[in-house]
């Protein structure tokens, strides 16, 4: 028995068959895939943000000088350092001391001139206490009477107060301007304190009696000299007067 014969498909059904498409319909298909991507990328830029606009703000910049770093010299050694110890750069000459020949001593042991001496005979010599107080300073003036009736003597600075210590109680008086002052009587106290303080005169409407009364706890004043010796418990007066600058 034959066997049947066999014909050769065509192109067009074996690509339907295979799910291909000829070469001619590939071209239509490819241009409409680029148009999409170029769409989309239009889409894109289109929907970026837009970039700030205006002129360009000031900017700052910081320079920092940075010192370049030292070459570190070479530490001689300790026998280079030695002998640089020993040798003077400038040896300078010594200087020649010449004395005068002294003529000898005339006085000898048993010299006539000191047989006749007599210390006893010799007035006594003023204490050397009383020698001091009479060579120190003065006895502290009297300037008024203390609140308590006794003396009130002028005040003597151990350390001026400063203007910084001042400042915060002065400001708080209602005038102090050029001429403007305060005075107070304190009693004297050890280390060169004061207690005991009270306004007493003031420039009229200031108010710096008792601005300077509040700072008077920071005041340094010497006890009053009196007959040679410091009086610790003394009534002393005590005069804060604002001058103008430069004086």
Not at 97 to 104: E, F, G, K, R, Y
Not at 117 to 131: G, I, M, R, T, Y
Not at 209 to 226: D, I, M, T
Request: aromatic share 8%; glycine share 8%.
């Amino acid at each position: 028995m034959n066997a049947p014969a066999s014909f050769p498909a065509p192109a067009g059904y074996l690509a339907r068959q295979r799910g291909l498409l000829p070469d001619w319909r590939r071209v239509p298909v490819l241009a409409i895939v680029i148009a999409l991507h170029v769409l989309l990328i239009l889409l894109l830029l289109l929907l970026a943000p837009p970039l700030p606009k205006g002129k360009p703000g000031i900017t700052s910049m910081v320079a920092v000088n940075v010192a370049a770093p030292t070459p570190q010299r070479a530490q001689p050694k300790p026998q280079q350092q030695k002998r640089a110890e020993k040798a003077p750069s400038n040896p300078q000459p010594k200087p020649m001391v010449t004395v005068p020949d002294a003529p000898p001593a005339k006085w000898s042991f048993g010299d006539p001139a000191l047989r006749d001496f007599d210390l006893s005979k010799l007035a006594p010599a003023d204490s050397a206490p009383a020698q001091m107080a009479e060579a120190g300073p003065p006895d502290s003036a009297v300037v008024g009477v203390a609140p308590d009736g006794s003396k009130l003597y002028a005040a003597e600075w151990q350390r001026e107060p400063t203007d910084a210590e001042l400042a915060f109680y002065i400001r708080k008086a209602r005038y102090s301007g050029p001429g403007a002052f305060g005075l107070i009587a304190c009693r004297t106290a050890p280390r060169f304190k004061v207690e005991d303080c009270r306004p007493i005169g003031e420039s009229p409407g200031s108010g710096m009696g008792y601005a300077v009364n509040e700072a008077a706890w920071q005041f340094r004043v010497k006890p009053p000299r009196v007959n040679g010796d410091y009086q610790v418990g003394t009534w002393v007066s005590i005069r804060i007067m604002i001058t103008p600058p430069g004086e």
